[in-house]
């Protein structure tokens, strides 16, 4: 293989293989090539997506977020919780879990900082803790209006209608509702991400402490406050993706974020792939989610079993970082 079609294989073959895939569906899986197919892809990769740029955040300083999917279902029953039994206002519910999430972040990277747990140990048992915490108010089980309390009480409490809009209400286009809330949100929340990492200064130095943590620390940056920024950033956006999913379902279904961790992960993970970049950055996060979103909307519609899904989610990531990491550095050693 020449050095040429190399460098155009790890800079474009991952968006090749995205036209392709588009293509293919589009001919073989009636229905796909439709605004309202493309609809439907944007609005299940909004949630995940938003979750996989804040675990990009925490990739960018060399760390790594397993607890966001119990932070964002902790968020999605807090809400529920907050609207439905405590007949709080969707305000206040919206702060509270906004604010847990953030609590959350700093409690992770305080143990990773400050206690030099490893992050995958920290985040994993975050993760499982809040996986027990969210169910001991309700016993385990999900919350909806007129449900019984262990009290014995009934719960009365309804989720309005201002806050089941950013889960539900789409803005019109072509004179027809296309655009959900929460894929404005999620393109909002990755142009946001984008700037701060690519044309900060914050963001510059979140990507020197994740290359040489000890050099930067040297320069005199406050490394340890950027890393648990990381976490911080990474725990906010989780509980935005459990507020959407609680204003999308209208319930707190405690089952509801299974997928979440898998899902962003692989987005996170098949970004690295996007433009040849081989390492963490919110533009190749957002077209990772997207390109889950298109092979998940593909499969379903060419009625492939469900549970293919997770291995061809699999197979799409180990070709991606292979395809990123063996041939990059393929690519430099021919460069020498």
Known sequence: MSNDLNVFIIKYGFLVLLVGLIIFFSIFASGFAG????????????????????????????????????????????SAYFLVILEASALTAIIACLLMGAFVGLINGILIVRMKVPDLLATLGMMFLLIGLQRVPTEGRSIATGMRLPSGEVADGVFPESFLWIGRHRFDLFLEKLIPVPVVIFILVALFIWIFLELTRHGRLMYAIGSNERATALSGTNTNFYKVLA???????????????????????????????????????????????????????????????????????????????????????????????ALTSRSRQGGH
């Open 35 to 78: 605004p309202r197919s493309a609809v439907f892809i944007f609005q299940s990769v909004a949630i995940t997506g938003i979750l996989a740029l804040g675990v990009t955040c925490t990739l960018v300083v060399d760390g790594f977020d397993l607890s966001i999917g119990s932070v964002a279902t902790s968020s999605l029953m807090m």
């Open 231 to 325: 976490y911080v950033i990474s725990g906010v956006t989780a509980s935005i993706g459990g507020l959407l999913l609680a204003a999308r379902l209208g319930r707190g279904d405690i089952a509801s974020g299974n997928n979440l961790l898998l899902d962003s992960v692989a987005a996170a993970l098949i970004g690295f792939a996007v433009l040849g970049a081989a390492k963490p950055n919110a533009l190749g996060t957002a077209i990772g989610a997207l390109f889950v979103g298109i092979l998940l909307q593909g499969l379903t519609m060419m009625n492939a079993p469900y549970y293919t899904q997770d291995f061809v989610k699999g197979g799409v990531l180990v070709i991606a970082l292979v395809f990123t990491f």
